[in-house]
């Protein structure tokens, strides 16, 4: 058995800390202390190949360790790199040099075009005053989504969001292959009550850009802004960017140091509550919006996904496609 993590956020690698947290955890839920430890370090090194380099103090092994005052609470006091010192209660003593990212890993957010509010207008079936609508639905701290039906009213022809129902609108815009296509659907369970758009470029799998919002202007303005930076997430409120993470390589990843990364990512989680949402880590359910392999409905680029029939599905319930 080995211990793993994933999708950690810099916030919580900061404040909690990684594979540390991660035997902590263990440790307090009865494991034995060195049986954790062995999990985080010889038993992944055995697995993946590595052990006669690393995973062991072993003399011909490199030296990489940490030296813990206490097992049970396992306090890092020293880590060790390479044979160097390189970091003594909680703090680096020696700089770390910055890692040289290829070229072709940067300005990967390839939209093709402007994005404006028009894209985001979903017309409504010919002759309708409501439509009855597919509904992506959050459910909090988990990974699934349900497949909701609301009734939406329609306005000049348009089928907007309804924030007396929780319904916002969700859009993914291909930004790969700078097609410029956008398809356009609607989600229930962040609670925005505000004027907003919150946009990220990391959208598991294909990490598309997913733009969810209340208002098609700001919705504009925040996928346009990624595409300035080259990726990342922005919250903006009534033409206002409210926090912004810039991610610019590959639009998933950060070049800055962890540390101010967690400041920006913290930033985000309180201008989406200033919005309106106190989902419990509502970035995790952004980004996981676009994901067409875990039930029950989800959104790509080209269009709504019924993931129990494996199927795409029309947004709008009845004949008429959206």
């Not at 309804?162 to 956008?182: C, E, F, M, P, T």
């Amino acid at each position: 058995m080995i211990l793993c993590t994933d999708d950690r956020f810099a916030a919580t690698l900061i404040d909690d800390g990684h594979m540390d947290h991660t035997v902590r955890h263990a440790i307090a839920q009865g494991l034995d202390p060195m049986t954790a430890i062995q999990m985080a370090s010889l038993n992944t090194a055995t697995h993946f190949g590595l052990e006669r380099e690393l995973g062991s103090i072993t003399p011909g092994r490199r030296a990489d360790l940490i030296l813990s005052s206490d097992l049970p609470s396992l306090p890092i006091e020293t880590v060790i790199a390479h044979g160097e010192v390189i970091a003594e209660n909680g703090a680096l003593v020696r700089d770390i040099a910055h890692w040289p990212y290829p070229d072709f890993a940067r300005d990967t957010v390839r939209v093709g075009r402007t994005i404006t509010a028009a894209d985001f207008a979903i017309q409504a079936p010919a002759g309708r005053n409501s439509v009855t609508a597919r509904v992506i639905g959050i459910v909090e701290n988990q990974a699934p989504t349900r497949a909701l039906e609301k009734t939406l009213g329609v306005l000049d022809g348009l089928v907007g969001p309804d924030r007396a129902q929780d319904v916002a609108q969700v859009a993914v815009i291909d930004r790969h292959s700078g097609s410029g296509r956008v398809a356009n659907g609607y989600v229930s369970g962040f609670g925005y009550t505000a004027d907003c758009g919150i946009a990220a470029t990391v959208a598991h799998d294909s990490h598309q850009m997913i733009v969810v919002g209340t208002n098609r202007d700001d919705m504009a303005l925040a996928a346009n802004r990624l595409q300035q930076v080259g990726g990342g997430f922005v919250v903006v409120s009534g033409g206002r960017e409210l926090a912004l993470v810039e991610l610019p390589i590959a639009g998933l990843m950060s070049d800055e140091r962890a540390e101010i990364v967690a400041k920006k990512s913290k930033q985000l989680v309180v201008a989406m509550a200033q919005c309106g949402c106190h989902l419990h880590n509502a970035v995790m359910q952004h980004m996981f919006l676009a994901l067409p392999v875990i039930p029950q409905l989800r959104l790509t680029d080209l269009g709504l996904v019924d993931v129990d029939r494996f199927a795409f599905t029309d947004l709008f319930v009845g004949p008429a496609r959206s």
